[in-house]
């Protein structure tokens, strides 16, 4: 790999997983996007696969006892078909309109999480994990980062900041391994290349972990929503402008 980009990956996986430590989730709908601008979307995908799977265990286990089992085990089942029809869109569409198709996602949840206003806790209805686990199986199979309509959902289910932070690591962390199985028996993780890479960076992951994890603490939901969102809002902007130059 040339130096230019594994200085570029190297800063993305730093930023990505430092938020991770911080927030629980956002390390894919950071790392993805960035990464697609430079590397090949097929490739990016399973890479972000493991080193999530492998981030959401870390923290996932030294948070366990916070986990809120009721809600993972809702949202599972329907996780599963999602994923299985994302992945085999990942094989099966151009690049372009992948890259276009994230870019939009990616837009959409970064309006919402910078125009939204934090508010009083307000439960909503347990069938709405149901679409919220099919589209997030859906998206996290096409690319890698199924978050955004967990967190929406769980947010909405689990006041507790640690509790969430738990949650949604322990969730990714199942979702991630029917992910593993789905992308090992369509090929994607087939070559020896993408497990060599993810040994290679995981020094770099467990210390972004370990810094995001300190300053988790010292930030409000609202002011790491609104950094996430932030960030996201640039990198679609990005994605944006590589679709529209592929399809060209």
């Known amino acids: 790999m040339p130096y230019p980009d594994l200085l570029y990956a190297v800063s993305v996986l730093l930023l990505a997983y430092f938020v991770r430590g911080i927030s629980g989730f956002g390390s894919g709908l950071i790392a993805v996007p960035l990464l697609a601008l430079r590397f090949p979307l097929p490739e990016v995908v399973p890479f972000i696969l493991i080193t999530d799977f492998s981030a959401s265990a870390l923290v996932g286990g030294v948070t366990f006892k916070h986990v809120a089992w009721t809600e993972i085990r809702r949202l599972l089942p329907l996780s599963l078909i999602g994923v299985v029809v994302g992945a085999s869109l990942l094989v099966s569409l151009p690049p372009a309109l992948l890259l276009g198709i994230l870019a939009l996602f990616v837009l959409v949840f970064a309006l919402r999480s910078l125009l939204i206003k934090a508010g009083a806790f307000k439960p ?85 972990l370990y810094a995001g994890s300190h300053v988790h603490a010292r930030l409000s939901n609202a002011q790491m929503t609104r950094l996430i969102g932030a960030l996201l809002l640039l990198s679609s902007a990005a994605l944006l402008l590589k679709a529209w130059s592929e399809s060209t």
């Open 124 to 208: 909503v209805s347990t069938v709405w994990a149901y679409p919220a686990a099919l589209t997030g199986g859906a998206v996290g199979g096409l690319f890698g980062t199924g978050g955004p309509p967990y967190v929406i959902y769980l947010s909405h289910r689990i006041e507790d900041k640690s509790s969430l932070r738990a949650t949604l690591s322990g969730l990714f962390f199942l979702e991630g391994l029917i992910r593993i199985v789905t992308f090992l028996a369509i090929g994607l993780l087939a070559g020896g290349e993408v497990w060599i890479n993810c040994l290679l960076a995981a020094p770099l992951i467990i210390a972004a």
